[in-house]
């Protein structure tokens, strides 16, 4: 019953008296019962007025000065004109006033920060934009630094979000379509295209999609995902996320749509896929020879923290004639003192190389390095002393960790190390065949998986025109394509020559 | 379409849609011919190595000719009969009509069992320890899991990715055994003689010829008829170069191994690792075993897909075979891998060119009708 009452009725409307309307809002909202939000009665040209805001989302020296201060010190309105456009023109100093007669959406403006004004006299419910609650300023991204590139990070602040994107991308064709999802508590997203450039096919698709979200609340980002994506079983993701304006105008660019999302301190742009995951923020920024090593460097991590521990287990235990004999010597060597054989030993030290990780994700910041210490050193140290584990098995361990960490998403990082225990115990149960039949079995998984309907792999699995910028990253003036993720009717970025000023070479 | 492209085509939709057509086709033509070159080891190290001995490379070298004379024919006949299609897909399903697709159906089926025998029996050598019946199910179990749920489609962008690697894996491995060969192999110079050379082309032309035919037919026919005439030129091409490399292959076995070091007796698991097993490259072992299994593994995957397409006549783009089909056809290969024997790699080996017989036949009948047709348009004219 309580629930039936808190919640907006959907198109309720607003049309009765004055305090028809002064009451129904105030049920709406429990006044009665929530202290924060605030009622001020007045009196508006010889009538009676009654604004509502809820403290703290809204800003009380605004309400004070530009609605109170103004309406109580305001002229009669000339013979014939309108109440509401009297207020509106001459009245209220407001860069955004709006008339609803819908309950729902004034309740959402009102909890947004806004104040609602109801005006004897004046139809429906005035909403006044006046929001000022705290929020915290633009910072360094925490998750995605670079070396080389600008340093602004998105913040919780929705509109100071859309700000930084607009400050990138000053041009009309920065499309920022508001959209909300959750049916008891909406949550207000704002959908990011570039006009001609973004499939309409993706918009519409992921427009689609939010309108069939059919939860009461979402309450993040990662939330939002899964209820958008294409599979959900799949251990990649099929978004990509970053804290980085910069990065999301070259979303934008590339076709893709961005999406942000109140109280998210990040931006997640659809359709994205492996390439996507791949690639750091400053791998652009940099001259190609430079981004293309880091970006060999960082697959040969990944594939080394996928591979390594698998076919370490596979070749000593399986295929002993696939390792030199002196290495193979050593390895025994050590294995004789080590009460567990070499799979066990390694499916529980990949397991405590995970858990110090969680373990000094979730520690406060102060205590992180006393962790590492205490985990990486001392354990290892110990564990090799007592002869629990052998410190070959720990060395595989370290680089494949070291590898894990070269992956530029953290979501990228999880699904590697998810993948790693899946071959690490089909290839301690069945040696190579194991390794190689699981790695098939997740290349053809990868290779199946779509983001909003397009393969998420292209332009790798399956071929597709697009930049030279997938694997290696060339030079900038030679990426004339957006990719296949854009809009066919505009994909070429340029005509002609984009060193226009070079008559050396032909690029 | 080179990933490093700098211009592109598409500007429109349809240009699109033709540009993933085509990627489509390649990347298929790259599934068979790995298919053919997985399915070519075996073969070779199953019957040339020791039945024909030193100039097995020769007899793949002479099939070429047949080959090519025998697309051209192919070519030469279609345009007499149809202007817009120029292969064979568009004859011979109208002389056999859904005949033709159960028989390029159980071309398909020996083929996966002979792939899933192959690759049981190299992974029995390489796993004493591993009870040698659970290997088959095994593997049958992964390509199955992978194949499920419309995974055809994966498949073939699987190996349109890996098809470079894994033939640079494949020739890393085994050219840095190299150093272990000899010249001397190659004398005498026609090994057992002439006869046995002529026995080892009819063979292969059989063998080859059945396998290399179903990828001709209608299952890309649909997607042929919406690429242009280079895209048919460069599948052919593909096919060739895949031949040549098979020769190259041939070769590099002849040079690596004595033609009387493998006895009768030697299983498919040792004749494929005799490259490595004599090479004292230490990863060179691992690569090239690892490299085999997956392309094994995506050759008997592929065939199951396609053997499935064919018998549910779904054998175009739009459509893939149901997965009770997959898995009908996955059932049918293990037990024969499962309690695969001498006798039955002897029957397999024996029965595998044979299967050209019924395409010869329609094509014969197809060259009359096209014959015919010709001489009454000369009449008519």
Redesign the interface.
């Known amino acids: 019953m309580a629930d039936t009452q808190w919640q907006p009725q959907p198109g309720g409307s607003l049309t009765g008296t004055y305090q028809q309307k002064c009451s129904q809002l105030k049920q709406a909202c429990h006044t009665d019962l929530s202290s924060d939000i605030k009622e001020r009665t007045f009196t508006l040209l010889g009538g009676n007025a009654t604004l509502l805001y809820v403290d703290g989302m809204a800003d009380a020296a605004q309400v004070t000065k530009y609605i109170l201060f103004p309406c109580q010190t305001a002229p009669a309105p000339r013979e014939g004109c309108d109440l509401y456009d009297h207020l509106v023109c001459s009245v209220l100093p407001l860069g955004v006033v709006q008339r609803t007669y819908q309950t729902d959406s004034a309740l959402s403006a009102l909890f947004g920060g806004d104040a609602l004004m109801v005006v004897d006299g004046v139809d429906g419910v005035m909403i006044l934009d006046v929001k000022g609650y705290a929020s915290r300023g633009i910072s360094t991204p925490s998750d995605e630094t670079v070396i080389v590139g600008p340093h602004e990070g998105f913040t919780e602040t929705l509109r100071n979000n859309l700000t930084l994107l607009r400050r990138l991308m000053r041009s009309p064709a920065l499309i920022a379509e508001p959209i909300s999802v959750g049916s008891k508590i909406p949550k207000q997203l704002f959908l990011l295209y570039l006009h001609d450039i973004a499939p309409d096919e993706s918009v519409q698709e992921l427009k689609r999609r939010i309108h069939g979200c059919n939860v009461d609340y979402v309450f993040s980002m990662g939330a939002l995902e899964q209820l958008l994506e294409d599979q959900p079983f799949a251990l990649l993701p099929q978004a990509v996320y970053t804290e980085r304006p910069d990065r999301a105008c070259s979303f934008l660019l590339e076709g893709q749509v961005v999406i942000l999302m109140e109280n998210a301190p990040y931006a997640m742009a659809m359709p994205a896929g492996l390439p996507h995951l791949l690639h750091a923020p400053d791998d652009s920024a940099m001259r190609w020879q430079y981004g293309s090593f880091l970006r060999l460097l960082r697959m040969f991590g990944l594939i080394l923290a996928l591979l390594l521990p698998a076919?370490y287990v596979a070749?000593t235990t399986?295929?002993p004639?696939?390792?030199?004999v002196t290495l193979m010597t050593s390895i025994l060597e050590t294995q004789s003192k080590v009460p567990l054989t070499l799979f066990p030993s390694m499916l529980i030290m990949l397991f405590v190389f995970c858990l110090i990780n969680e373990a000094g994700t979730r520690v406060p910041g102060a205590l992180g390095s006393g962790l590492s210490i205490v985990g990486g050193l001392i354990l290892g140290q110990a564990a090799i002393t007592a002869n629990l584990f052998s410190p070959l098995v720990i060395i595989v361990v370290a680089l494949s960790g070291l590898g894990s960490y070269a992956a530029p998403s953290y979501s990228l990082t999880l699904s590697i190390r998810l993948a790693q225990f899946f071959l690490l115990i089909l290839s301690g149960l069945?040696?190579?065949?194991g390794?190689?039949?699981?790695?098939?079995?997740l290349?053809?998984?990868t290779?199946?998986l779509t983001s909003l309907g397009y393969?998420a792999?292209a332009?790798?699995?399956?071929?597709?025109?697009?930049n030279?910028d997938?694997m290696l990253r060339?030079p900038i003036w030679?990426?004339?394509?957006r990719g296949t993720l854009s809009n066919?009717?505009h994909?070429?970025r340029t005509r002609g020559k984009m060193r226009a000023w070079d008559h050396r070479r032909k690029? | 379409m080179k990933l490093t492209q700098t211009a592109t085509q598409v500007h429109s939709p349809s240009s699109q849609l033709h540009q993933r057509w085509e990627a489509y086709v390649s990347d298929q033509y790259k599934l068979s011919a790995l298919s053919l070159l997985a399915q070519l080891w075996l073969s070779h190290s199953l019957f040339l190595t020791d039945r024909v001995s030193t100039p097995s490379y020769l007899s793949m070298l002479l099939i070429l000719a047949p080959a090519s004379a025998l697309y051209l024919w192919t070519l030469l006949l279609s345009r007499q009969v149809k202007k817009d299609t120029g292969i064979l897909t568009a004859l011979l399903p109208r002389m056999l009509g859904r005949g033709l697709e159960w028989l390029i159906a159980l071309s398909l089926l020996t083929d996966a069992v002979f792939l899933l025998c192959g690759v049981s029996s190299l992974l029995g050598d390489i796993l004493p320890t591993l009870r040698h019946y659970l290997i088959a199910p095994l593997i049958a179990l992964f390509a199955a899991s992978s194949l499920m749920r419309n995974q055809p489609f994966a498949l073939i962008r699987l190996a349109g990715f890996l098809f470079f690697p894994l033939l640079a894996g494949i020739t890393l491995s085994s050219a840095s055994a190299l150093q272990e060969g000899s010249a001397a192999h190659f004398f005498p110079l026609l090994g057992k003689g002439a006869s046995s050379i002529c026995m080892g082309t009819v063979w292969l032309c059989g063998n080859l010829g059945s396998i290399c035919l179903p990828l001709l037919m209608p299952g890309e026919e649909a997607a042929l008829r919406r690429m242009r005439q280079k895209g048919k030129r460069r599948g052919m091409l593909a096919l060739l170069a895949c031949m040549l490399f098979s020769a190259l292959i041939s070769a590099m076995y002849t040079y690596l191994l004595s033609p009387y070091a493998l006895s009768d007796a030697a299983s498919v698991g040792m004749r494929l690792l005799m490259p490595v097993q004599i090479s004292s490259s230490i990863p060179g072992w691992s690569l090239y075993v690892c490299a085999l299994i997956l392309l094994l593994l995506i050759a008997y995957s592929g065939s199951v897909s396609r053997c499935a397409a064919f018998f549910s006549g779904h054998c175009t783009k739009e459509k893939h075979a149901p997965d009770w089909l997959i898995a009908i056809v996955i059932l049918f290969t293990v037990p024969c891998a499962v309690f695969y024997s001498h006798r039955l790699q002897n029957l397999l080996i024996d029965l595998l060119p044979y299967r050209i017989i019924p395409y010869l036949i329609s094509l014969l009948f197809t060259s009359a009708g096209a014959a015919f047709q010709w001489i009454k348009a000369r009449k008519q004219a």
């Open positions: 076919l070749l399986f295929h004639q696939g390792l030199p069945f040696g190579f065949l390794l190689i039949g699981g790695l098939f079995l290349l053809m998984r290779s199946a393969p792999n332009p790798l699995m399956p071929k597709r025109p697009a030279p997938d060339f030679r990426q004339r394509l066919p009717y994909m070429d690029p």
